[in-house]
């Protein structure tokens, strides 16, 4: 089976543009779920989509979001770049019968200038 | 507020040896503990997991060790070889009676190298 991927993988965008990234879970999985990462913060969890539905949210601020599709896939958009949004974002996906077993894409890296 | 406390943030072990890394948590409700392996330039590869229900789980050279009353699980790394060289991060997230689950929150990681 094909991993998760994620598009594209390095993007450099300017502070007050807005981004968006997408992923593709592995086939048959319905959960996609996004993640933050930075060398200060950490891996954070940003939400997760599952039949098209917002399931959960992490505690970002509303210029973050995202939707999917009916094929499963994801997108996540951030509005207003900030310098602080520079990160590596990572979507993961999971099975319907095991959420929690999460699959991890390579990320996107993105760059605020 | 960090839920998941991982120490120590690096660690440096000679080929053969045990690795120990050890992560604390403090929300009670968090029922299903995974462990990730990141190399550079990849996303965190899922690596083996416990639930609350067993205090032991091991899987080829890994085991993860789980501590119900201390809120505490660990992560053993047997016969440590030169490509176990990464960054490993704990998580923990609260399973939902009807399926689903909380995000999954992450420890600081360690960046673990294994010496030849």
């Known amino acids: 089976k094909a991993g998760v991927t994620q598009t594209p993988r390095y993007l450099i965008k300017t502070r007050g543009q807005q981004v968006t990234l997408s992923c593709s879970p592995i086939?048959?999985?319905?959960?996609v779920s996004w993640y933050q990462q930075t060398p200060g913060q950490g891996l954070q969890f940003l939400f997760e989509?599952?039949?098209?539905?917002?399931?959960n949210k992490g505690n970002f601020p509303g210029r973050f979001s995202g939707r999917q599709f009916s094929n499963s896939r994801s997108e996540m958009n951030v509005s207003t770049l900030e310098l602080g949004d520079s990160a590596l974002y990572l979507c993961?996906?999971?099975?319907?019968?095991?959420?929690?077993?999460?699959?991890f894409g390579p990320g996107t890296r993105l760059t605020v200038t | 507020q960090q839920q998941v406390k991982q120490s120590p943030q690096s660690l440096i072990v000679q080929k053969g040896g045990i690795s120990i890394i050890n992560c604390a948590y403090e929300n009670t409700a968090f029922d299903y503990f995974p462990w990730y392996q990141q190399f550079p330039g990849k996303g965190p590869a899922l690596l083996i997991a416990i639930r609350p229900d067993v205090s032991e789980k091991k899987e080829g050279r890994f085991t993860i060790s789980f501590n119900k009353s201390a809120k505490q699980f660990s992560l053993h790394i047997m016969d440590s070889q030169p490509g176990d060289s990464a960054t490993y991060f704990c998580?923990?997230?609260?399973?939902?009676?009807?399926?689903?689950?909380?995000?999954?929150?992450f420890g600081k990681g360690t960046h673990l190298i294994i010496q030849p």
């Open positions: 998580a923990a997230s609260n399973l939902y009676s009807g399926g689903g689950a909380d995000g999954l929150t």
């Open positions: 086939s048959g999985h319905r959960s």
């Open positions: 993961a996906s999971s099975s319907s019968i095991r959420t929690y077993e999460q699959y």
């Open positions: 989509y599952f039949s098209e539905t917002q399931r």
